[in-house]
């Protein structure tokens, strides 16, 4: 069977519209219309510094003109933006849509090679780079691996290192630094082009679409492993992103004008902007969604722990809040909170959570501090440019579940023998919707295997549908382990470990963990030299080995791919046809006394 979307559907899903004609030019009467009000919709978080409607438009305008003109970007160019949050992320993205061109967000934490890998599998020409001395060394690297020359870098700035634009700073910007460009510089560029070419200019760098081409043009791509096998370019076209931006307006009942009271109040709620702008989550739901509704959004770089963030709740009055399960455990566990309960209370009105699975223990715990709070869990995935289910309006939280089905978006469940089966069977869930994006890009097996007949997407994710239409996460069925919400790629650490010398053969698979969710976990089967080594030298030798393994993973991959631990095996356990048997792994994991 079919289960369809019980919730309001989107009525016009415009397919002649980019994410920057989407955001800046279309005004439906549906809209909150935030132009000419003084509205602050971005605010950053260490500097207070707000841009407007308008003040977004300029910067985004001026920024677009001068990497047209100073840095080569034309339709289709790609470019890698590897930062942190702050309130030039989204400015940088959309100068680029303006242009035609294609964003691929890469993650804040990489390392150089990481990120070097994703510059070549991503095909981008320039590279925008958080300013701090980390990011940078780690961006200069990866360029040189990925032949990116350093005047087709772009640092993005720390907003409180920024002069604001004035006559009399004019000049004092600084635009290039160590050879490469300032994204301010490039502003006051744009300016400096607009300046001496007249509005022309703004015309001519403008790419507009053709009607229709918003549902092929691509304009992110983001990286996922999908349901097996290492991160591919996720291809998500302009209309995947808009019409998530729609769906989520129609699901929540969104109000038409400033002040409309409804599970969001454009003009008044302020939204947290803590979730990484490079996750599908904090892109999609965290940035798009709030500027096209009309609600401000407070950028956090990144996430500095619980207090912090609680802090920064309070002091901007933050009612919207979108988090991940590890911040609902800090919620519920951290000590330093209890102090900040009562301004919290004050403040929240909605919180939707999700990118991994909060347990039902967890979420009575989250309901009990917060028992006046509109929340519960949604959903979403790469691939789904964002959401697929999310709790419905004006009705108490149902414990454990992700949701219901988003606005114009329908369900199958397939059980293991290819059968659609019916309501509380448990079987894939393949989903459907005006959000479901392109493929994979350069990776045509992979995208037939999850891209299937119908439209559909097969998700990975082993699920049950109730009769309320609740549905509920109950396994994950392709490769995936995600750490604080983020993906790990089993293949990507199996394939690296193998260049270990002490390593044969590797299965990596995740070990639940409270704070984290899960946390990746190594069974090696030892090569013969290290096998001699280790039988000789006793349990020291085979704890060196193990702390070698470990450093290893450590030195060359971001943090959140960290294994937790190691386990020494005879082989990796396999199918016939050479395919790791991780749910074998995962039961012999159990058996494991803990590292
Ligand atoms: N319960 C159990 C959940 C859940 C879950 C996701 O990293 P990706 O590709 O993407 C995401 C996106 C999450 C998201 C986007 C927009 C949004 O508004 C929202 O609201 C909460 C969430 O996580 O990983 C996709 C995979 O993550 C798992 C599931 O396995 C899915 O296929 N996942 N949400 N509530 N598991």
Same mark, same amino acid.
Not at 26 to 46: A, K, V, W
């Given at each position: 069977m079919i289960f369809t979307s019980a919730a309001e559907p989107v009525k016009e899903l415009p397919?002649?519209? +980019?994410?920057?004609? =989407?955001? &800046?030019?279309? &005004? @439906?009467?549906?809209? @909150?219309?935030? /132009?000419?009000?003084?509205? @602050?919709?971005? *605010?950053?978080?260490?500097?207070?510094?707000?841009?407007? &409607?308008?003040e977004t438009k300029e910067n985004t305008d001026l920024l677009s003109v001068a990497l047209a003109e100073k840095c080569g970007i034309k339709p289709d160019t790609r470019a890698a933006i590897y930062a942190t949050n702050s309130i030039y992320y989204p400015a940088t993205i959309w100068a680029m849509h303006r242009l035609g061109a294609v964003v691929s967000p890469a993650n804040a934490a990489f390392m150089a090679k990481e990120l070097g890998l994703q510059i070549q599998e991503s095909n981008s020409k320039l590279l925008f780079v958080s300013e701090d001395p980390v990011s940078l060394k780690n961006a200069f690297e990866a360029a040189k691996i990925a032949n990116i020359p350093r005047d087709r870098i772009v640092i993005i700035q720390e907003p409180y290192t920024v002069l604001k634009y004035s006559e009399s700073n004019y000049g004092r910007i600084q635009r290039k630094s160590q050879g490469a460009w300032t994204l301010a510089g490039l502003i006051e560029e744009g300016r400096d082009i607009v300046k001496a070419k007249g509005d022309a200019i703004l015309t001519s760098t403008?790419?507009?679409?053709?009607?229709?081409?918003?549902?092929? #043009?691509?304009? =992110?791509?983001?990286?996922?492993?999908?349901?097996?096998?290492?991160? #591919?370019? %996720?291809?998500?076209?302009? =209309?995947? %992103?808009?019409?998530?931006?729609?769906?989520?307006?129609?699901?929540?009942? %969104?109000? $038409?004008?400033?002040?409309?009271?409804?599970? =969001?109040?454009?003009?008044?709620?302020? $939204?947290?902007?803590?979730? @990484?702008?490079?996750?599908?989550?904090?892109?999609?739901?965290?940035?798009h969604f709030p500027f096209y509704a009309g609600i401000a959004n407070v950028v956090i770089s990144k996430f500095r722990g619980i207090e912090a963030m609680i802090k920064t709740i309070i002091k901007y009055k933050i009612s919207v809040w979108w988090l991940v399960p590890p911040m609902v455990v800090l919620f519920c566990k951290d000590p330093s909170v209890a102090p900040y309960l009562d301004e919290l209370r004050k403040v929240a009105r909605f919180a939707m959570v999700g990118a991994a699975p909060l347990s039902e223990d967890l979420s009575r715990q989250f309901s009990k501090i917060f028992p006046k709070l509109d929340w519960g869990q949604g959903s979403g995935m790469t691939e789904t440019c964002s959401v697929t289910t999310m709790f419905p309006v004006g009705e108490p939280v149902v414990m454990g579940s992700a949701g219901r089905l988003f606005s114009n978006t329908e369900a199958k469940v397939v059980n293991s023998e290819g059968t659609e089966v019916g309501y509380d069977e448990l079987g894939e869930l393949w989903l459907r919707g005006p959000q479901i994006t392109l493929g994979y890009t350069?990776?045509?097996?992979?995208?037939?295997?999850?891209? %299937?007949?119908?439209?559909?997407?097969?998700?990975? +994710?082993?699920? /049950? *549908? +109730? /009769?309320?239409?609740?549905? &509920?996460?109950?396994d994950r069925l392709k490769e995936l382990i995600k750490v604080k919400g983020f993906q790990v790629a089993p293949a990507e650490l199996e394939g690296f470990l193998l260049d270990h010398p002490d390593v044969s053969d590797a299965g990596v698979i995740g070990i639940q963990d409270e704070s984290a969710g899960e946390l990746p976990f190594a069974f090696i089967a030892l090569s013969q030299d290290a096998k001699k080594r280790a039988a000789s030298g006793g349990s020291k030798q085979q704890d060196e080995i193990r702390q070698s393994i470990l450093k290893f993973v450590a030195d060359n991959k971001t943090r959140y791919k960290h294994l937790c631990g190691v386990a020494f095996i005879d082989a990796i356990p396999k199918t016939a046809s050479g395919k790791i048997l991780r749910r074998e792994m995962r039961d012999m994991a159990k058996k494991l006394a803990p590292e």
């Open positions: 397919d002649h519209l +980019d994410v920057y004609g =989407f955001l &800046f030019e279309y &005004f @439906p009467s549906s809209r @909150p219309d935030t /132009r000419n009000t003084g509205l @602050p919709l971005f *605010i950053d978080e260490q500097t207070a510094q707000q841009w407007t &409607f308008e403008r790419y507009k679409l053709k009607p229709g081409e918003a549902k092929t #043009k691509i304009a =992110f791509l983001l990286f996922s492993s999908g349901t097996t096998g290492l991160p #591919k370019g %996720v291809a998500i076209q302009h =209309f995947a %992103v808009t019409s998530n931006a729609l769906q989520t307006m129609a699901f929540n009942k %969104v109000g $038409s004008s400033l002040g409309a009271k409804g599970r =969001f109040c454009p003009g008044k709620d302020v $939204s947290l902007g803590v979730l @990484p702008q490079v996750h599908i989550f904090g892109l999609s739901t965290c940035t350069n990776n045509e097996k992979a995208t037939r295997e999850t891209y %299937v007949e119908g439209g559909w997407l097969r998700s990975g +994710d082993e699920v /049950r *549908i +109730d /009769r309320n239409g609740d549905v &509920f996460f109950i």
